[in-house]
């Protein structure tokens, strides 16, 4: 060998080579690999865990034919109304029973064997999604009615919701954790691209009921995932009131401010910095899309989060999960504001990808933190109070989006609430330092 040189990496020494030998070894693909394992998401938990398996599997399908229904309805409140803020009070509608359900879901995931409550639940959701389709097959149904099934599939979904996040960590143990609930916001994210956009395509060419039909469906793939998972009872000592058992998992939340704080800047974004409530107006004024351009808007966010959360390997094993958090949200605001002055649908879609992608490495990390605070006797409290913001922030963003854009147009809304969202976040920063300097252990 020369003198000074040394082979790189994946190299072979070129005096160690038979003579007209070839080595086959790219030069950098260990470099490449190294890198792959490092961004990409841990999956070892669908590997390894069957129950786990089944019941991402189940819900990826089940979830698919909820997000249909998610553009469904505003998209006929928008046809019976014309009205912007109608389908802004659609937040208000949801956010109430949301709130209440949230507060003795967790309660009662903690308490009961979370298998049969997910059951339970699952049907009710179902239900709901049958008398929105009958209600569709009449032409026009009462907007009060409509309002109403919307209120009661809340009130399910926030028992439903934390139940199955709860679930994750008994499944998959604590070493799997993190790789389970990226692959968690994966199956979210990815139901949030494929359903608006399949959506939209059932709606523009099959109508309404046709769409409604389709979630009623998907149920079932829901429904056989959990039958399969094994009991997850929970012990007589556990069995606390009703009222006491959600105090306590109130107190215990008000005692970590690394939470508070999550949960504050999370309330800032979607409050203020999520649009969705002005999407039928933009899709049918502004980029004259009709339904599949609103498909496409619904569906933008999940795709970037998406591929965000495939690739947040390395976000996962970051020890500064709260400076991650409090970055993401900055971006999330930024993005928003420039997406209320493009007239061009393309650019709007991309601009709504990036900031999806800035919100899954905001949820990777903020549900990272609370699952390993939490114990399991208080999970699926500290869950719900979790999917309450992360859920009912939106709505109420619904409805103040809803409201400003009925005054001052659509663009005014979401300029104003991109900049309202950056002011929420250093409000959040400055009252709860903590995030900002929360380091894991390990």
Same mark, same amino acid.
């Given at each position: 060998?020369?003198?000074?040189?040394?082979?790189?990496?994946?190299?072979?020494?070129?005096?160690?080579?038979?003579? %007209?030998?070839?080595?086959?070894?790219?030069?950098?693909?260990?470099?490449?690999?190294?890198?792959?394992?490092?961004?990409?998401?841990?999956?070892?938990?669908?590997?390894?865990?069957?129950?786990?398996?089944?019941?991402?599997?189940?819900?990826?399908?089940?979830?698919?034919?909820?997000?249909?229904?998610?553009?469904?309805?505003?998209?006929?409140?928008?046809?019976?109304?014309?009205?912007?803020?109608?389908?802004?009070?659609?937040?208000?509608?949801?956010?109430?029973?949301?709130?209440?359900?949230?507060?003795?879901?967790?309660?009662?995931?903690?308490?009961?064997?979370?298998?049969?409550?997910?059951?339970?639940?699952?049907?009710?959701?179902?239900?709901?999604?049958?008398?929105?389709?009958? %209600?569709?097959?009449?032409?026009?149904?009462?907007?009060?009615?409509?309002?109403?099934?919307?209120?009661?599939?809340?009130?399910?979904?926030?028992?439903?919701?934390?139940?199955?996040?709860?679930?994750?960590?008994?499944?998959?143990?604590?070493?799997?954790?993190?790789?389970?609930?990226?692959?968690?916001?994966?199956?979210?994210?990815?139901?949030?691209?494929? %359903?608006?956009?399949?959506?939209?395509?059932?709606?523009?060419?099959?109508?309404?009921?046709?769409?409604?039909?389709?979630?009623?469906?998907?149920?079932?793939?829901?429904?056989?995932?959990?039958?399969?998972?094994?009991?997850?009872?929970?012990?007589?000592?556990?069995?606390?009131?009703?009222?006491?058992?959600?105090?306590?998992?109130?107190?215990?939340?008000?005692?970590?401010?690394?939470?508070?704080?999550?949960?504050? *800047?999370?309330?800032?974004? *979607?409050?203020?910095?999520?649009?969705?409530?002005?999407?039928?107006?933009?899709?049918?004024?502004?980029?004259?899309?009709?339904?599949?351009?609103?498909?496409?808007?619904?569906?933008?966010?999940?795709?970037?989060?998406?591929?965000?959360?495939?690739?947040?390997?390395?976000?996962?094993?970051?020890?500064?999960?709260?400076?991650?958090?409090?970055?993401?949200?900055?971006?999330? %605001?930024?993005?928003?504001?420039?997406?209320?002055?493009?007239?061009?649908?393309?650019?709007?879609?991309?601009?709504?990808?990036?900031?999806?992608?800035?919100?899954?490495?905001?949820?990777?990390?903020?549900?990272?933190? *609370?699952?390993?605070?939490?114990?399991?006797?208080?999970?699926?409290?500290?869950?719900?109070?979790?999917? *309450?913001?992360?859920?009912?922030?939106?709505?109420?963003?619904?409805?103040?989006?809803?409201?400003?854009?009925?005054?001052?147009?659509?663009?005014?809304?979401?300029?104003?609430?991109?900049?309202?969202?950056?002011?929420?976040?250093?409000?959040?920063?400055?009252?709860?330092?903590?995030?900002?300097?929360?380091?894991?252990?390990?």
């Amino acid at each position: 060998m020369s003198e000074g040189l040394t082979p790189e990496p994946g190299q072979s020494d070129p005096e160690l080579i038979p003579e %007209g030998g070839l080595t086959a070894v790219p030069e950098r693909r260990p470099i490449a690999s190294r890198a792959f394992r490092t961004l990409a998401v841990d999956a070892r938990s669908l590997r390894e865990s069957g129950p786990f398996r089944r019941l991402w599997g189940g819900q990826l399908i089940s979830l698919i034919g909820r997000q249909i229904t998610t553009v469904a309805v505003p998209f006929q409140v928008y046809s019976l109304t014309r009205s912007a803020l109608d389908v802004g009070l659609l937040g208000i509608v949801q956010a109430v029973p949301l709130v209440c359900g949230s507060l003795a879901g967790g309660a009662i995931a903690d308490r009961f064997d979370r298998r049969r409550v997910l059951i339970v639940t699952q049907l009710g959701l179902a239900s709901c999604s049958a008398l929105l389709a009958v %209600g569709a097959f009449t032409g026009h149904p009462p907007l009060l009615a409509i309002y109403a099934v919307v209120a009661l599939a809340a009130l399910v979904g926030a028992v439903d919701a934390p139940t199955r996040t709860a679930i994750i960590p008994n499944l998959v143990g604590v070493d799997r954790l993190p790789g389970a609930l990226s692959l968690n916001i994966v199956l979210f994210q990815t139901t949030l691209v494929a %359903g608006p956009a399949i959506g939209g395509l059932v709606i523009a060419h099959l109508g309404l009921p046709a769409a409604y039909s389709a979630d009623v469906i998907t149920f079932g793939a829901a429904l056989t995932a959990v039958a399969l998972l094994p009991p997850q009872g929970r012990s007589a000592l556990e069995h606390e009131r009703p009222v006491a058992a959600i105090l306590r998992g109130l107190s215990f939340a008000r005692r970590q401010p690394v939470i508070l704080g999550g949960f504050a *800047m999370d309330l800032a974004a *979607m409050i203020f910095g999520l649009p969705r409530a002005v999407f039928p107006v933009l899709a049918a004024t502004t980029f004259h899309a009709g339904a599949q351009g609103l498909g496409l808007l619904y569906a933008a966010p999940g795709a970037g989060a998406v591929i965000a959360a495939l690739t947040s390997g390395a976000v996962a094993r970051s020890k500064r999960l709260g400076r991650i958090i409090v970055v993401a949200i900055v971006v999330w %605001g930024v993005v928003i504001i420039a997406f209320g002055f493009t007239q061009t649908l393309w650019v709007a879609l991309l601009l709504l990808a990036v900031a999806g992608g800035a919100d899954s490495f905001s949820a990777v990390c903020r549900t990272t933190i *609370m699952q390993r605070i939490a114990p399991d006797e208080l999970r699926g409290r500290l869950t719900s109070l979790y999917f *309450m913001v992360v859920v009912g922030g939106p709505n109420l963003g619904d409805v103040e989006t809803g409201v400003v854009a009925n005054a001052f147009g659509a663009e005014v809304a979401i300029v104003t609430g991109g900049a309202l969202c950056l002011v929420g976040l250093g409000a959040a920063a400055v009252a709860f330092p903590s995030v900002w300097r929360y380091r894991t252990d390990s």
